[in-house]
């Protein structure tokens, strides 16, 4: 639901996740930070990740205690394995476990391909894919020494993996990550098939555009916001709270029987507009 202006209301129930433990990656700011505090208000205790904006990343997790439950700021490169094993270790020795993953951490370096350097490509392609890799193969080794504890979850364990409209939406000037999102929906899958018959469910999202910093030159002038809405049936951007209540869901029992799909959090993004009026 959305406000006169658009902006998602909070209707999140406040215990639906109650007694879960969550790690959030690239939490400090964006999507991230507003996927922690909503997990929070849902009850999870949850882990704030980050790697750089350690003041922003402890206040995300000031807030998320305002609303009666455990958070902590975890500084870590989630492109560096060491870095993620010792995170994960941390936060199975500080909170108890871990139920839910929200892979978020991500970025972009944008660049013509013939003007794109191989040290781009890498650090786009490491963080996006690569590290979802390395954090959703940690939590599941603690998903599978746990296993299901029914007065918690119907699930051993919850991954959610951030992908985009750009899975399937090509993006000329930004192939590695296109790239890098189209290897997130084939690693959700094959994980998803793969850890299925554990109780393990694995889910992406993928969002169209969303109102946050990264694409701030998208939508900070009424020029720029008028351009981009055409590419939005919906007819407004999208909010990180928008994304937001969609991992709160994803990751509760209310969603127990959804395995492998992706969720795409876009306004009508990917219905192809320009054919709104024939092709």
């Known amino acids: 639901m959305s406000s006169p202006q658009g902006r998602p209301r909070d209707v999140i129930p406040p215990q639906l996740l109650k007694g879960q433990k969550a790690l959030v990656t690239g939490a400090n700011s964006g999507i991230g930070r507003a996927t922690a505090v909503a997990l929070g208000k849902a009850g999870a205790d949850v882990v704030v990740n980050y790697v750089t904006g350690a003041e922003e ?25 060491g870095q993620v094993v010792t995170m994960t270790n941390r936060m199975i020795e500080e909170f108890g476990t871990v139920d839910i993953l929200v892979a978020n951490a991500g970025l972009q370096r944008d660049a013509p391909l013939t003007e794109m350097t191989l040290a781009q490509w890498r650090e786009v392609i490491d ?48 192939v590695n990550y296109a790239a890098s999102k189209g290897g997130v929906q084939m690693m959700m899958g094959t994980l998803a098939q ?19 910093p990264i694409n701030r030159d998208a939508w900070n002038t009424p020029e720029a916001r008028a351009e981009l809405q055409r590419l939005i049936p919906y007819e407004r951007i999208g909010e990180p709270e928008d994304i ?36």
């Open 57 to 81: 990343a402890e206040a995300v997790a000031e807030e998320i205690r305002s609303h009666g439950v455990r958070a902590a700021a975890y500084e870590a490169d989630v492109s560096d394995e």
């Open 127 to 174: 963080v996006n894919l690569t590290g979802q890799f390395l954090c959703a193969r940690e939590v599941t080794k603690e998903f599978l020494r746990r296993g299901v504890v029914p007065e918690v979850s119907r699930a051993a364990g919850k991954i959610i993996c951030m992908s985009s409209v750009h899975q399937i939406i090509p993006w000329a000037g930004h």
């Open 194 to 212: 793969e850890l299925a018959p554990k109780k393990i469910r694995v889910n992406a999202i993928a969002p169209g555009a969303i109102r946050t």
């Open 244 to 279: 937001a209540y969609a991992a709160v869901g994803l990751a509760s029992d209310l969603f127990d029987y959804v395995v492998g799909a992706t969720l795409f959090v876009d306004g009508g993004m990917t219905l192809f507009p320009g054919f709104a009026t024939g092709g």
